[in-house]
């Protein structure tokens, strides 16, 4: 996504939920972003910082996560290309359970508005392109995986911190390894 498109959606998205949710009388809003936004110069991820700011500058007390991706980023990543190739990203991440996310969404929710919250991110600090491969293991598939470094700043941001969390903050529990147990087995179950 170009950053002018992102930039454009998240500012009207931003504005409208804010928007609706005074309409609607609520006393805080509470926004999900991502970890890195601010130091790795993706379109999405530029669109975000946008939103970001909306809400900042809104009239209703807020917060904002920051996450990490989550362990079904390695999934969406190798579902973007078709067989019999895997176009993976090099970059360095620090996966969470979407399910610890939410967890951690509902408990600021119910707190007082804070602003910036501290980061959230997984136990363990992991390379996309290992985590594919494991996956392709786990699906009992075989692909080419072909690593790519993204050009200039944006490129040396993923392969080095720029993705990862910049403080203390509350860490999840679940690993990716322990996602993988589970995908498979619930994937083995649907005959998948």
Do not use: C
């Not at 909306?54 to 991706?69: D, E, H, I, S």
């Not at 363990?124 to 293991?137: A, I, K, N, P, S």
């Not at 392969?159 to 679940?174: A, E, K, M, Y």
């Amino acid at each position: 996504m170009s950053v002018r498109k992102a930039v454009s959606f998240f500012d009207s998205v931003g504005r409208n939920l804010l928007d609706a949710g005074e309409r609607a009388g609520v006393r805080h809003h509470v926004v999900l972003s991502i970890v890195g936004v601010d130091r790795v110069g993706l379109g999405y991820y530029q669109g975000k910082l946008r939103q970001e700011d909306v809400v900042r500058n809104g009239r209703t007390p807020w917060t904002v996560l920051r996450a990490t991706q989550f362990h079904e980023f390695a999934e969406q990543t190798l579902d973007r290309v078709p067989e019999p190739f895997a176009v993976v990203p090099r970059m360095r991440t620090q996966p969470v359970a979407a399910r610890e996310v939410a967890q951690h969404l509902a408990r600021l929710v119910t707190a007082p508005a804070r602003g910036m919250a501290p980061e959230l991110a997984g136990p363990r600090v992991e390379h996309l392109v290992d985590m594919v491969g494991r996956l392709l293991r786990a699906r009992r598939r075989r692909r080419l995986v072909l690593p790519v470094r993204m050009p200039g700043a944006t490129g040396a941001a993923m392969t080095g911190d720029g993705l990862l969390p910049v403080g203390p903050g509350p860490r999840g529990t679940q690993t990716f390894d322990a996602w993988l147990a589970s995908y498979g087995a619930q994937h083995v179950a649907q005959g998948g």
